[in-house]
């Protein structure tokens, strides 16, 4: 595995917590990495739901008239940062003009009420996952974290990202790095 330095691009990669991880935010976590920089690093949990809050309940919150055509959608832990505010990953087939944020090949972010009335009303994009809060890095501090052995570095698919069961999606991640979670170590160590 190769250690990135600070002008390694990691926008749109995933990172893969390891089993030791310390802190319990982000135990198990796999997190998609929406923008790094020399600046810092800004991304998303894909597998912690919050468990008492619904889709519904954020549009109400909002005013959004009530519809019944995302009911079931999930809403995400996104990280420990201003998590009062909302962020959608979701499939390019959706833009808004306000703030979309294009990531990589396959993913899009936008963190305006638009896409959530969109959704609400059946016409936002087709792969979605609704977080409040957000993973955010300081400058060289997620270098760091990796440097230490505290997370592995994957491509982002799809498939994982939107279809797999949140109980399956890190060890998914680690299978799409040949990886059997069996067998990975609790401990780094140094050649």
Not at 86 to 94: M, Q, W
Not at 106 to 112: E, I, K, L, Q, S
Not at 128 to 134: F, H, I, M, Q
Request: hydrophobic share 40%; with cysteine; glycine share 10%.
């Amino acid at each position: 595995m190769s250690i990135p330095n600070p002008s390694t691009e990691l926008t749109g990669k995933c990172l893969i917590a390891m089993p030791d991880m310390p802190d319990p935010r982000f135990q198990g976590s796999v997190i998609f990495l929406c923008a790094h920089s020399p600046e810092g690093s800004m991304g998303l949990i894909l597998n912690k739901r919050i468990q008492d809050v619904q889709f519904a309940d954020l549009t109400a919150q909002l005013s959004i008239p009530e519809s019944d055509l995302a009911q079931d959608q999930s809403v995400y832990f996104g990280g420990p940062v201003e998590h009062g505010r909302g962020f959608v990953l979701h499939s390019r087939d959706y833009f808004s003009e306000l703030s979309t944020l294009q990531v990589g090949e396959d993913f899009a972010m936008t963190a305006t009420i638009d896409i959530l009335e969109d959704i609400n009303a059946g016409t936002g994009p087709e792969k979605t996952l609704v977080a409040l809060g957000y993973a955010g890095w300081g400058p060289g501090q997620l270098e760091t974290e990796i440097a230490q052995n505290g997370w592995l570095i994957v491509g982002a698919e799809p498939e994982i990202v939107f279809d797999t069961a949140d109980a399956k999606k890190w060890a998914a991640a680690l299978a799409a790095l040949g990886i059997d979670p069996a067998i990975l170590s609790f401990s780094g160590g140094r050649a």
